[in-house]
């Protein structure tokens, strides 16, 4: 039925192309978009009249002009190239029209996606292959994270995913205790030497237990404060220079404001006596003058920048009455949310319903008042606060929240910024000086995989654990054989990047005619044994026949899309179509593959063609172009399909 009604659309009157005119033109062009869903394509019965009003244009050039008006652009049906310009971008002569002009597109889709899917396979392994070594060579990583470390010792990285629901439970074991952790990693031999000489990295480590003895049920909030004031590092007369005076200060003044509130029957008074203290002046007023009281007993002091000691009495003495029942109001606020909390989790341990939710709420707020007593002397006294040990603190509680709420990959964060201020607290003295090194140089380095450790245990389903993997995939370890051969000849990929010195003078930007961009490239590689280096790398002869890079470059874009529920959704529009004139593109390159086990390669030389330029995202639509030389250099993942012939060195 179709072809009758183009028949029938040529018969329509139409002029000569010296008397074309344009309103007999549109209605021609006008039926012909009725019969192909409301646009008109280019065919042979269209190019005629569009070659009146563009010139004689090949296809792509005519679609790129008629895109460029905005009138038309609505009506107008793009497709791949059509019968009357299909030896656009192939090079029929050198492998036969007829071959040349075979679809091979679903060959092409598989291959582009054998090799995306390789590449990312190759990485992952080459990530887990260092990660192994890693937790080897570093004692730190073998004591903060000691279940993930078995478990990579008995890892082979090639079968990763068969260990990887085990390596994930290790991950969430680790993270879970870390906290106990820490201070084991600063008593290793190299990091002793701190814990010997410095009180405040000991003090640091009792601090960081805090959450602990929250979870055990061993302390509430109060008597965690309590005991810190107690540790043996704040008992002695400190010098006004020492790194703990402040602290000291600090601690001190918190323990003193909580054991002010305490109550017989909860952790703090309720409420109820919160109120009738702060609405009495008088009530108040008393209450104050005896704390100020217990303040200039125990000597509380602090130190400022210019080395003054100024006592806490004094400053609570030139503090306003006012500011003072501020402080008590939200300690109110806070304590009865400790006291509440306490009252819950009584009650719910008595009926048997008591759930982590129900810890986890109550250690969240336990800390929460915790941190607001260590900042409880600013607002007496800002500029001597000991910001490093108080960050560091904060940090603390941090962790415990988010490994409770199960942020682990905050957490794992945290463990970080908790080692760096440990380091941090050394100070500058030059003995410290390489343990403190060490510290950072261990943070910058485990980085990487404290976060993929985290982000691997916050995932949900195999679609997180996959972008996961793909966030963290460095180029480490696989596609070796040539590297250790005497003779080895295969059939070859190379997925990577470009750099052109070819100009192509092609207005057609796309994978081949820019100076940057993607290649994707299948062909024969040859490896002699006099130039395989084992661990030093290989060159070789690598001889292109295909390259599919327009393809690869449009599936890496468009093969899924985000979803409004932070997914990924495939794409289901693919409308164009490939023949093998149109990848079949000729060349040869000397190819470096990198040492060690780096999947890496480095190329340099030339390829004729392809026809194939790219394939535009927005309408699945391919773009041809007329095959050209190209001079280029590439950095590419080496991929091998299978191997020909290898023939082994003797050992």
Same mark, same amino acid.
């Given at each position: 039925?179709?072809?009758?009604?183009?028949?029938?659309?040529?018969?329509?009157?139409?002029?000569?192309?010296?008397?074309?005119?344009?309103?007999?033109?549109?209605?021609?062009?006008?039926?012909?978009?009725?019969?192909?869903?409301?646009?008109?394509?280019?065919?042979?019965?269209?190019?005629?009249?569009?070659?009146?009003?563009?010139?004689?244009?090949?296809?792509?050039?005519?679609?790129?002009?008629?895109?460029?008006?905005?009138?038309?652009?609505?009506?107008?049906?793009?497709?791949?190239?059509?019968?009357?310009?299909?030896?656009?971008?192939?090079?029929?002569?050198?492998?036969?029209?007829?071959? @040349?002009?075979?679809?091979?597109?679903?060959?092409?889709?598989?291959?582009?996606?054998?090799?995306?899917?390789?590449?990312?396979?190759?990485?992952?392994?080459?990530?887990?292959?260092?990660?192994?070594?890693?937790?080897?060579?570093?004692?730190?990583?073998?004591?903060?994270?000691?279940?993930?470390?078995?478990?990579?010792?008995?890892?082979?990285?090639?079968?990763?995913?068969?260990?990887?629901?085990?390596?994930?439970?290790?991950?969430?074991?680790?993270?879970?205790?870390?906290?106990?952790?820490?201070?084991?990693?600063?008593?290793?031999?190299?990091?002793?030497?701190?814990?010997?000489?410095?009180?405040?990295?000991?003090?640091?480590?009792?601090?960081?237990?805090?959450?602990?003895?929250?979870?055990?049920?061993?302390?509430?909030?109060?008597?965690?404060?309590?005991?810190?004031?107690?540790?043996?590092?704040?008992?002695?007369?400190?010098?006004?220079?020492?790194?703990?005076?402040?602290?000291?200060?600090?601690?001190?003044?918190?323990?003193?404001?909580?054991?002010?509130?305490?109550?017989?029957?909860?952790?703090?008074?309720?409420?109820?006596?919160?109120?009738?203290?702060?609405?009495?002046?008088?009530?108040?007023?008393?209450?104050? @003058?005896?704390?100020?009281?217990?303040?200039?007993?125990?000597?509380?002091?602090?130190?400022?920048?210019?080395?003054?000691?100024?006592?806490?009495?004094?400053?609570?003495?030139?503090?306003?009455?006012?500011?003072?029942?501020?402080?008590?109001?939200?300690?109110?606020?806070?304590?009865?949310?400790?006291?509440?909390?306490?009252?819950?989790?009584?009650?719910?341990?008595?009926?048997?319903?008591?759930?982590?939710?129900?810890?986890?709420?109550?250690?969240?707020?336990?800390?929460?008042?915790?941190?607001?007593?260590?900042?409880?002397?600013?607002?007496?006294?800002?500029?001597?606060?000991?910001?490093?040990?108080?960050?560091?603190?904060?940090?603390?509680?941090?962790?415990?929240?988010?490994?409770?709420?199960?942020?682990?990959?905050?957490?794992?964060?945290?463990?970080?910024?908790?080692?760096?201020?440990?380091?941090?607290?050394?100070?500058?003295?030059?003995?410290?000086?390489?343990?403190?090194?060490?510290?950072?140089?261990?943070?910058?380095?485990?980085?990487?995989?404290?976060?993929?450790?985290?982000?691997?245990?916050?995932?949900?389903?195999?679609?997180?654990?996959?972008?996961?993997?793909?966030?963290?995939?460095?180029?480490?370890?696989?596609?070796?054989?040539?590297?250790?051969?005497?003779?080895?000849?295969? %059939?070859?990929?190379?997925?990577?990047?470009?750099?052109?010195?070819?100009?192509?003078?092609?207005?057609?930007?796309?994978?081949?005619?820019?100076?940057?961009?993607?290649?994707?490239?299948?062909?024969?590689?040859?490896?002699?044994?006099?130039?395989?280096?084992?661990?030093?790398?290989?060159?070789?002869?690598?001889?292109?026949?295909?390259?599919?890079?327009?393809?690869?470059?449009?599936?890496?874009?468009?093969?899924?899309?985000?979803?409004?529920?932070?997914?990924?959704?495939?794409?289901?529009?693919?409308?164009?179509?490939?023949?093998?004139?149109?990848?079949?593109?000729?060349?040869?390159?000397?190819?470096?593959?990198?040492?060690?086990?780096?999947?890496?390669?480095?190329?340099?030389?030339?390829?004729?063609?392809?026809?194939?330029?790219?394939?535009?995202?927005?309408?699945? %639509?391919?773009?041809?172009?007329?095959?050209?030389?190209?001079?280029?250099?590439?950095?590419?993942?080496?991929?091998?399909?299978?191997?020909?012939?290898?023939?082994?060195?003797?050992?």
């Amino acid at each position: 039925m179709k072809k009758f009604l183009i028949a029938t659309l040529l018969m329509l009157p139409i002029c000569s192309v010296a008397q074309r005119i344009a309103y007999y033109d549109a209605l021609y062009l006008k039926k012909l978009a009725d019969i192909n869903g409301g646009k008109f394509p280019i065919i042979d019965e269209s190019r005629t009249v569009l070659k009146y009003y563009f010139g004689a244009l090949h296809d792509e050039p005519l679609r790129l002009a008629i895109d460029s008006n905005i009138f038309l652009k609505p009506y107008f049906k793009r497709s791949g190239v059509s019968a009357g310009d299909k030896n656009l971008g192939s090079i029929p002569n050198l492998i036969g029209g007829s071959l @040349g002009s075979v679809d091979i597109t679903a060959i092409a889709n598989g291959l582009a996606t054998i090799m995306i899917k390789r590449a990312k396979q190759e990485l992952t392994v080459a990530f887990f292959d260092r990660f192994v070594k890693y937790s080897e060579k570093n004692p730190e990583f073998n004591t903060l994270f000691p279940v993930t470390t078995k478990n990579l010792t008995q890892l082979i990285t090639y079968k990763y995913p068969q260990m990887l629901p085990t390596l994930r439970d290790g991950f969430y074991e680790d993270l879970k205790q870390i906290s106990l952790h820490i201070d084991d990693m600063i008593d290793l031999p190299k990091y002793r030497i701190l814990l010997n000489d410095l009180p405040q990295i000991r003090m640091a480590i009792h601090t960081l237990r805090i959450a602990n003895d929250l979870e055990t049920g061993a302390s509430n909030a109060a008597d965690v404060i309590k005991q810190l004031a107690s540790f043996r590092e704040l008992d002695a007369v400190l010098p006004a220079n020492s790194p703990l005076f402040n602290i000291k200060g600090a601690i001190k003044t918190a323990a003193l404001f909580s054991e002010s509130i305490r109550s017989d029957d909860n952790v703090w008074i309720g409420g109820d006596e919160f109120k009738k203290l702060l609405s009495n002046d008088t009530l108040f007023s008393i209450y104050l @003058g005896l704390t100020r009281q217990l303040a200039k007993t125990q000597d509380i002091s602090f130190v400022d920048k210019g080395g003054v000691i100024t006592q806490l009495y004094k400053l609570i003495d030139s503090s306003s009455f006012f500011m003072n029942q501020q402080m008590l109001q939200e300690l109110s606020s806070l304590g009865g949310k400790v006291n509440h909390s306490v009252a819950d989790i009584n009650l719910k341990k008595n009926n048997g319903h008591l759930s982590n939710e129900d810890y986890y709420n109550y250690i969240n707020v336990s800390l929460d008042v915790i941190d607001y007593f260590f900042r409880i002397t600013k607002p007496y006294r800002s500029d001597v606060l000991p910001d490093t040990y108080l960050q560091l603190a904060r940090d603390g509680n941090s962790l415990y929240r988010d490994i409770y709420t199960t942020h682990y990959t905050q957490g794992a964060n945290d463990v970080l910024n908790i080692l760096s201020g440990i380091a941090a607290l050394t100070g500058e003295a030059k003995s410290y000086k390489n343990a403190k090194d060490s510290i950072n140089k261990f943070v910058e380095k485990v980085k990487p995989y404290a976060l993929f450790m985290g982000n691997m245990v916050d995932a949900k389903g195999e679609e997180e654990v996959s972008a996961v993997l793909e966030n963290v995939i460095l180029p480490v370890g696989s596609s070796s054989i040539k590297k250790f051969t005497k003779n080895n000849l295969s %059939v070859q990929s190379y997925l990577g990047a470009y750099m052109s010195s070819s100009n192509s003078g092609n207005a057609i930007k796309g994978t081949w005619s820019d100076k940057f961009g993607v290649t994707a490239t299948i062909g024969i590689s040859y490896t002699p044994g006099c130039l395989s280096w084992g661990n030093r790398g290989a060159v070789s002869i690598y001889g292109v026949i295909l390259d599919i890079s327009a393809i690869v470059d449009y599936k890496l874009k468009t093969d899924s899309v985000p979803t409004a529920s932070g997914g990924n959704a495939p794409v289901i529009k693919k409308n164009y179509q490939v023949q093998l004139g149109q990848i079949f593109s000729p060349g040869v390159y000397l190819t470096y593959g990198f040492f060690a086990k780096l999947p890496l390669s480095i190329g340099f030389g030339g390829q004729y063609g392809p026809g194939l330029s790219k394939i535009k995202t927005d309408e699945s %639509v391919a773009v041809m172009t007329n095959p050209s030389w190209r001079w280029n250099l590439f950095l590419a993942v080496d991929l091998p399909f299978f191997t020909l012939l290898n023939t082994s060195k003797n050992k």
